[in-house]
């Protein structure tokens, strides 16, 4: 203790000197000034405080602030509004699905159509659209389309079209088939017995109901301000949630190899963090995360870990049986990881709108529910975002995962890595072009030191082929599907990327139009508010009614598309 009193003595020197400064000041003030004053300081720093900490990063608002200010200045704002004028032009007249010379129906019909008229009129719509997927010059998008299961799915789809898993008393047998397909899905994914989980609409609606339930976990643990550490190769989706729910979204760069730096997502755990996010694998370029050495950060800090999977979860569960074993771990064996998303209606193969949150206990589900006790109708609760649900949906999902099978995905898969394998080894023997990192899953993301990717996007679109067209880097991407293990189809994209190729060497400087050009100038605008404008377009040109009529060249093709 007496080793103490020194720096006892010195602390008070200070703090006589601290209030005798303090006193001195406030010697003339009378007692309604000194609380006028109080009152007054400490408003302004609840306002501060509340200033400086918000979801969205004090950056991200001030350049939000400066270009709205620009864009109302008279001669500035008139040159960025014609700017903005010309690119919605050239989106809404890029935008193939709009180019129909024939008339919308836009009020019900005064008698209605008979069954034949009605089935008519759906060929029509059905036939409409340049772009084949039957012929597998898709990424991604259609993940099976065998006629056989189609034909399964419409059986058992007209069994239960009219059932709903909100009235389980109603429909028991429907209940027990969504309860089915998460047991299945947590046994695929390795989960123990309190593993559990949720059938949802997708994947996007999967990610929403995880982040959902961690932040209502980090309210209760008394989060105020509730962050969530994501790598910029995350899908949109935990942008959107984050947006929906008021958490903070913090972006965790990548390596040299396109996985998540570890030691960046380390650096930014807070007091604050309430998730820590992997993908297995990520969309842009196909790259299974470090799940392993965020898990221990999870652990090591007690924080929620999710797996996002939604993408290739139904390849990489089967990858080891298939012949193609992954270098690392990424399910529930793992210790760490918390919540696993993954969609049956991607590799799974079952119809468009099933996807499955999965959890290591229930504990953690329990937040994703929403529960309503004081409502007049009586007692509301529902598992996720939708309160009735298409039961349809989910008997097709149960269908499709008996009818194909452990040994049927099993060989899916296998023939899918192999194609995927092969594409891979074919496209880095082309000069010019690279792959992104080393994918081990289903998804080539293509890039170019050489000439603007979004020339071989626009040439290669020219040739039938839909890709993924890709940002920050440039690149295009193809997600490879059971479509493209058919005979002759991954041989046919080697050959037409290699004729494109060719045909772009021959005028580096050429410019790029069409789509490629709209992608390459929204990642140019600073102004990232722009960019979310002319996006709008995209948007609202999907609820058209209008019939506009324009036709572009798109360079890098041998003509019109």
């Excluded at 270009?67 to 960025?80: Q, S, Y």
């Excluded at 589900?365 to 529902?382: C, E, L, T, V």
């Excluded at 940002?471 to 997600?479: A, D, G, K, N």
């Amino acid at each position: 203790m007496d080793a103490v009193i020194p720096y006892k003595e010195v602390l008070h020197v200070y703090w006589e000197k601290a209030t005798g400064f303090v006193n001195a000041r406030c010697a003339g003030l009378e007692p309604w000034q000194l609380i006028g004053l109080t009152f007054s300081s400490t408003l302004l720093s609840v306002w501060l405080h509340g200033f400086l900490f918000q979801p969205e990063s004090l950056t991200s608002r001030t350049k939000k602030q400066f270009f709205k200010l620009l864009r109302k200045m008279p001669l500035v704002g008139a040159i960025i509004q014609k700017k903005i004028d010309a690119a919605l032009n050239d989106v809404t007249s890029s935008l193939s699905f709009l180019k129909d010379e024939k008339d919308y129906i836009k009020a019900l019909p005064e008698q209605g159509m008979s069954q034949p008229q009605v089935l008519e009129k759906m060929k029509e719509y059905s036939s409409k659209g340049d772009v084949r997927w039957q012929d597998g010059k898709v990424s991604g998008t259609v993940y099976s389309g065998e006629e056989k299961l189609t034909q399964l799915l419409v059986k058992v789809y007209e069994e239960f079209a009219w059932s709903n898993p909100l009235h389980p008393d109603i429909f028991p047998g429907l209940r027990k088939m969504e309860a089915e397909v998460v047991r299945i899905a947590c046994t695929l994914f390795n989960g123990g017995p309190k593993s559990c989980g949720a059938m949802t609409s997708g994947g996007t609606e999967s990610i929403l109901m995880a982040c959902k339930a961690y932040r209502d976990l980090a309210y209760e643990r008394g989060i105020k301000q509730p962050e969530m550490l994501v790598p910029v190769s995350a899908h949109a989706a935990f942008d959107k949630a984050a947006h929906y729910f008021g958490m903070k979204l913090i972006q965790i760069p990548l390596t040299k190899a396109m996985e998540v730096d570890v030691q960046a997502m380390r650096r930014a755990i807070s007091k604050n963090t309430a998730m820590l996010v992997c993908s297995a694998p990520q969309f842009p370029h196909g790259i299974m995360d470090p799940i392993e050495e965020v898990a221990e950060l999870a652990v090591k800090y007690k924080i929620p870990f999710h797996v996002d999977a939604c993408l290739g979860g139904f390849l990489i569960a089967f990858m080891d049986k298939a012949g193609f074993p992954l270098k690392r771990p990424f399910d529930f064996r793992v210790e760490g990881v918390t919540s696993i998303s993954a969609d049956t209606h991607k590799y799974g193969y079952a119809p468009k709108g099933s996807s499955v949150v999965l959890y290591s206990d229930k504990e953690y589900r329990k937040y994703q529910f929403f529960i309503a006790p004081d409502w007049q109708g009586g007692i509301y609760a529902s598992p996720s975002v939708a309160g009735s649900r298409p039961g349809g949906i989910i008997a097709a999902c149960w269908a499709t995962l008996l009818h194909i099978g452990e040994s049927g995905y099993v060989e899916a898969t296998r023939r899918i890595i192999k194609t995927a394998r092969f594409l891979e080894s074919e496209l880095r023997k082309i000069d010019s072009i690279f792959i992104f990192g080393k994918p081990e899953v289903s998804v080539l993301s293509i890039g170019s030191d050489t000439f603007d990717i979004y020339r071989l996007s626009n040439f290669l679109a020219a040739k039938g082929w839909n890709l993924n067209v890709l940002q920050f880097p440039p690149s295009i991407h193809l997600c490879i599907t059971q479509l493209h293990t058919k005979p002759g189809v991954a041989e046919e994209f080697l050959k037409d990327v290699r004729d494109g190729i060719e045909d772009i060497m021959k005028d580096l400087n050429a410019k790029t139009t069409g789509m490629g050009a709209i992608y390459g100038m929204a990642q140019s605008v600073p102004d990232r508010s722009l960019v979310a404008e002319i996006s709008q377009a995209y948007l609202d040109g999907l609820y058209s009614t209008d019939v506009p009529c324009s036709e572009k060249h798109m360079n890098g093709s041998p003509g019109h598309h």
